[in-house]
């Protein structure tokens, strides 16, 4: 069977696989193949590669020591792991207990299998989970809570009690490449912290504020587990109330006029929270916004949007238009990279 595999020049190919890797990318249960010069390294997720890498389909051979769910349910069975948890999403009850028991049967390491019970739901954006399958380990861990690698930085996290997505590492990346060593950063929608443990590992502060009060716990455990605690400040309530220093739980700071760097991650919401990016914006800032829309205009709401609420204090120029990914029929995720300067 064809599987996407990324094709890089064999001299490259110990950086491409580590890279890969540290996005949790490669296909362990398929072998890498050297040919004419070229490596092909199995990807378990064509769309979260990076642009700059080429992808091909072909077939590779399956590892002979590891057995994979497929080799055991008899339909093409689709899950994400997310450290050691395994996220399914079954509606067929039989489907899904059978899939639950052929992880947990296979090479991958599993300690639990979850499906998803719900939409995201609410302003915390988190959802219900039914457990199919958990192994024992002699810890009082929950099924959920477990922790993730991505990009060299590691999350520990509880699905049950906030916000995560495996699925947009590349596009965490893509942002965080861009962080220079000491630039003011504010995530508006931290979670748990995959931009903001990345930024300060880049030499940024690297501010986050989250209304969930278990994710900001989780992005203060996060700093410190990656190193960064002493960049990394979180805060804990509504990013409108954070233009007020005595209005939030934070460290007193004034972060008006203060930000180089915004991150607002909260498609479908994201518009209504344009004035305090705005407030939060210093001279010269780059802000990051995440949209969800139509793709017969997906960009243009959130460019109004944005020229609304900045203009005429601010010149807004968009340096990037991109695609992150579908999101449902005719949706799409994207994100606007805009450069405030201010008049
Ligand atoms: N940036 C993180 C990531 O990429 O994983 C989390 C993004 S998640 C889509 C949005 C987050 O915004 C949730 O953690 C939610 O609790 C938080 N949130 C929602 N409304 C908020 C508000 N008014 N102020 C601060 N955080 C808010």
Request: one cysteine or more; a negative charge; glycine letters at 6%.
């Amino acid at each position: 069977m064809a599987v996407p595999c990324v094709r890089v020049p064999r001299e490259d190919g110990e950086a491409v696989r580590s890279t890969l890797a540290e996005a949790d990318l490669v296909t362990e249960t398929r072998e890498i193949v050297v040919e004419d010069g070229w490596l092909y390294i199995p990807v378990t997720d064509a769309t979260a590669v990076p642009d700059d890498y080429e992808v091909v389909h072909r077939d590779v051979p399956t590892r002979e020591t590891q057995t994979t769910p497929a080799d055991i349910v008899d339909f093409t069975p689709s899950y994400e792991r997310i450290g050691d948890v395994v996220v399914v999403d079954e509606d067929d009850p039989e489907r899904a207990q059978a899939l639950a028991a052929a992880v947990m049967e296979s090479a991958i390491p599993a300690r639990a299998v979850i499906n998803r019970a719900s939409k995201v739901k609410g302003d915390l954006r988190v959802r219900d989970w039914e457990v199919l399958a958990v192994a024992e380990d002699g810890t009082d861990r929950a099924p959920t809570e477990t922790v993730h690698r991505e990009y060299g930085c590691e999350y520990a996290l509880d699905l049950a009690a906030v916000y995560f997505s495996p699925r947009l590492a590349t596009e965490r990346h893509r942002v965080a490449e861009q962080v220079r060593a000491g630039e003011r950063t504010l995530d508006m929608f931290a979670g748990v912290g995959p931009f903001v443990v990345p930024f300060a590992k880049r030499g940024a502060t690297a501010v986050g504020v989250d209304l969930n009060d278990t994710a900001i716990e989780y992005l203060r455990e996060n700093a410190r587990r990656n190193g960064v605690a002493d960049r990394v400040t979180a805060i804990h309530g509504d990013v409108r109330t954070v233009t007020d220093p005595d209005g939030i739980d934070g460290d007193g700071t004034d972060y008006r006029d203060w930000a180089d760097r915004l991150v607002m991650n909260l498609p479908h919401s994201a518009e209504e929270f344009l004035d305090t990016a705005v407030e939060l914006a210093s001279e010269e800032c780059v802000l990051h916004y995440y949209d969800i829309q139509h793709e017969d205009d997906p960009y243009g709401p959130g460019e109004r949007a944005i020229r609304a609420a900045a203009e005429p204090e601010y010149a807004v120029t968009v340096d990037t238009r991109h695609t992150v990914r579908s999101y449902a029929p005719h949706e799409l995720n994207v994100v606007l990279d805009v450069r405030l300067s201010r008049t």
